[in-house]
Structures are given as C-alpha cells and as structure tokens.
C-alpha cells in the first residue's frame, strides 16, 4: 500500500511559527510520527511540502502516475481559496483526507470555509498532529472496507 501525505505552505515552518496555535513540535517531529506509523503498518509513505499552490497541483497529478492508493493533505492557507487544489483532488479516485492541526472551525472566520474539503472524502481539525495519524488509519479503513 502507497499513500501521500501533502502538506502546504508553512507547514514547513512547524515548531516555529504560531506555537500557541500548531504546537512545539517540529517538522521533522511529524516525519517521524508518519515514518514510524508506516513502518509499524508495513507501507510506503510518501510526504511532499510546498509552499507552491502549482507545486501541490503538479504532486496531485503525479500521484495519479504513481497510482498511490490514498492521500492525506493538509493545504494550509490554500484550503480557504483555492479551488485549483479542489479540482485536482477530485481528479484522484482514491480515498483522501483532509488534516489541519488546529480546529480552523474555533478560529478567524475565513478559516471556517474549505473549498478543498470537497475533494476529499473527509476532514480531520483540531487534533493536532495526531491527525495525520488518524488520518493513515482512516484511508486504510476505507481502502480495506471497499
């Protein structure tokens, strides 16, 4: 089994910006978890960080060539506007899910509103990293219950 994780703009930037909001925990910190998680599942996981909306687009598409069987993306700021992203979510006929670390449903008004939501199957928010986490075992629930 082959899943993504995508991961948008700042997200490099964990541990360093915003501590109140997305933890002390760095980057590499979440490389790490997924790491071990997938090492503990015996799967490939593949994570991709760009602060690049064409960037993640073209990661999207490719992950059709490279025919993984799921995807977990966090697209940062670009889950409030880009409806690009959308699109090319919903090219994918894989289970996907969408993690943001905070609870973006108890924060700044323009955060209530993702228009990639819809090209995704599901949303994790407000978990913290543990999300990402929740999220492998939920494409694997739904890759295993089809």
């Known amino acids: 089994m082959k899943l993504l994780v995508i991961n948008g703009p700042n997200l490099n930037f964990l541990g360093i910006r915003e501590k109140s909001v997305y933890g002390k925990q760095d980057y590499n910190y979440m490389l790490e978890q997924i790491d071990n998680k997938a ?7 593949d994570v991709f960080q760009s602060n690049s909306e ?10 059709y060539f490279d025919e993984v069987d799921g995807v977990i993306i966090n ?13 090319a979510l919903a090219s994918l006929l894989v289970p996907k899910i969408e993690v943001h670390i905070s609870n973006i449903h108890k924060r700044e008004d323009f955060r209530h509103i993702s ?9 994790i928010a407000g978990l913290g990293l543990n999300g990402y986490l929740l999220a492998i075992d939920g494409i694997i629930n739904m890759l295993e219950s089809n």
């Open 115 to 123: 228009v990639t939501a819809a090209g995704c199957d599901g949303q």
């Open 75 to 87: 697209p940062g700021a670009y889950t409030h506007y880009s409806y690009a992203i959308r699109d």
């Open 54 to 63: 064409g960037e993640i687009i073209d990661r999207i598409q490719k992950a």
């Open 39 to 45: 090492t503990s599942l015996g799967i490939t996981i």
